[in-house]
């Protein structure tokens, strides 16, 4: 089975600008969570899709959005971009009655 | 508030001995714990994982252990390589609830095994 996948690998962008960043999970599998890794703040919950629907959001500002396809394929988008929102993204999938989670190899994203 | 800790920033071991990477949480709604390793811009890898009925779970050359009354758990790597260079992340699930795909990480801990 092909791992999870994500696009771009590497983001370059502004202050003020937006930025959708995109993820397909393992095949089969329908929740898709995000994360986002920073040096100081570590590891994050951004949200979880599943079916379509978001069942679960951490503690982000409402710039980060998300939204999850009939395939399973999810997308995040961070609107008006700050530099302190670079980072690497991570999106991890995980199938149905199981509790492991397969991440993708991320998007380094950098605000410039 | 840091729900997951993992207290040592770095191991650094002789190859083919024992690592112990440990790792302490506060939250006890948490009922499933993971252990993934990560190379630097990549993302991490699932390495082994514990529900809370167990103790213990083994796989291959890795090991983990849990102390539910200590909030406490530990994954061994017997016996070490150097390939197992990298960082390692504890994270804690809520899976009997309503967590919903939201693992809480540890910091992660630094492993150097020198040939």
């Known amino acids: 089975k092909a791992g999870v996948t994500q696009t771009p690998r590497y983001l370059i962008k502004t202050r003020g600008q937006q930025v959708t960043l995109s993820c397909s999970p393992i095949s089969g599998h329908r929740s898709v969570s995000w994360y986002q890794q920073t040096p100081g703040q570590g590891l994050q919950f951004l949200f979880e899709y599943f079916s379509e629907t978001q069942r679960n959001k951490g503690n982000f500002p409402g710039r980060f959005s998300g939204r999850q396809f009939s395939n399973s394929r999810s997308e995040m988008n961070v609107s008006t971009l700050e530099l302190g929102d670079s980072a690497l993204y991570l999106c991890?999938?995980?199938?149905?009655?199981?509790?492991?989670?397969?991440f993708g190899p991320g998007t380094r994203l950098t605000v410039l | 508030d840091q729900q997951v800790k993992q207290n040592s920033p770095s191991l650094s071991v002789q190859e083919g001995r024992i690592s112990i990477l440990n790792c302490d949480y506060t939250?006890?709604?948490?009922?499933?714990f993971l252990w993934y390793k990560k190379y630097p811009a990549e993302g991490p890898t699932f390495l082994i994982s514990?529900?809370?009925?167990?103790d213990k779970n083994e796989d291959g050359r890795f090991t983990v252990f849990l102390n539910k009354s200590a909030k406490h758990l530990s994954l061994h790597i017997v016996p070490s390589q150097p390939g197992d260079s990298a960082v390692y992340f504890c994270?804690?699930?809520?899976?009997?609830?309503?967590?919903?795909?939201?693992?809480?990480f540890g910091q992660g801990t630094i492993l150097t095994v020198h040939p």
């Open positions: 514990i529900s809370s009925i167990k």
């Open positions: 991890a999938s995980r199938g149905l009655g199981h509790n492991e989670q397969f």
């Open positions: 939250n006890s709604m948490f009922d499933y």
């Open positions: 994270a804690a699930d809520n899976a009997g609830g309503t967590s919903y795909g939201k693992l809480t």
